[in-house]
């Protein structure tokens, strides 16, 4: 294993097994193909032919958008192909830097293959030994990467909340850490990637975020998708990247991404460029 290994594992996945999804005339997301054919049965919302998906050009609106594709997961959902609703929407754009074109629910967004964006929160410690990192543990129950290593705070983005506002509101809900406190985090850049899971395709833009902590503060979940928390030394935080697939599979990509930041990964590994290229799509 490798933490090259770790970078591939979020770029899985064949672009020939999807058609476009547009709305607006704008391609917002990927439908795999072989699901397509179930939404024929929605074909006062979708065009369907054999080059994309888009919906009607009669949904001329943000509202009217979110409202017809509401109506299509809410009846998926009750078909059983939707793994669970969480009912939270995502916004969903054409362009990352371009208001939303509609707004979806969380659990629908793999399904159609729209854009995720998520706040990915570096905790760290400098202690005289050097660089520690707090590292969660996913409660067993979540819904996805039950049981792996996470960050001390992350989250995805919902509609209609600043990125600033969710990141106090993850910090508080899975770390106890006051506003005060969390408002620190400093914005540090982006990791983007595409990759093919169970749940679909997951399309994301995460905003990472580094916040140095007092060596006297220790973590504590309130809101039960954490069971323990751990402050390991940074070397340790790459041994366990290095020798499988521990960490949720993101949230490897973010440790990498402080690694490098930080110096802890250098030039002089050959795998260097690989690995600082592989943390981004193309812009």
């Known amino acids: 294993m490798s933490l090259r290994d770790r970078i591939e594992a979020c770029r899985r996945w064949t672009p020939d097994d999807y058609l476009p999804f547009r709305a607006a005339g704008r391609q917002v997301g990927r439908i795999r193909k072989d699901f397509a054919p179930r939404l024929q049965a929605f074909d006062e919302v979708f065009d369907l032919g054999p080059e994309a998906v888009a919906l009607k050009a009669r949904y001329a609106d943000f509202e009217s958008r979110s409202a017809a594709l509401r109506t299509v997961v809410l009846a998926l959902d009750a078909d059983g192909a939707i793994r669970r609703l969480r009912n939270e929407d995502y916004a969903v754009h054409a362009d990352w830097s371009e208001p939303p074109l509609l707004r979806l629910e969380r659990g629908a967004v793999p399904l159609f293959g729209t854009s995720g964006l998520g706040v990915h929160v570096n905790g760290f410690v400098r202690k005289p030994d050097g660089l520690h990192l707090w590292v969660g543990r996913r409660a067993k129950d979540k819904a996805t990467a039950p049981g792996k290593l996470d960050h001390i705070v992350a989250g995805g983005q919902p509609y209609g909340l600043s990125l600033q506002e969710n990141l106090i509101k993850e910090a508080a809900e899975e770390a106890s850490i006051p506003a005060d406190l969390a408002a620190g985090a400093r914005p540090v850049g982006v990791v983007s990637y595409i990759t093919a899971l169970a749940e ?8 990472c975020y580094d916040l140095e902590l007092p060596a006297d503060f220790a973590p504590v979940c309130s809101d039960g998708e954490v069971e323990a928390f751990f402050l390991w030394p940074i070397a340790r935080v790459v041994e366990v990247l290095e020798a499988g697939d521990d960490f949720k599979f993101n949230v490897a990509l973010v440790n990498i991404d402080f690694l490098i930041r930080h110096g802890v990964i250098g030039p002089e590994r050959p795998d260097y460029p690989a690995l600082a290229h ?6």
């Open 200 to 207: 679909g395709l997951r399309h994301d833009l995460l905003y």
């Open 278 to 283: 592989g943390l981004r799509l193309p812009a």
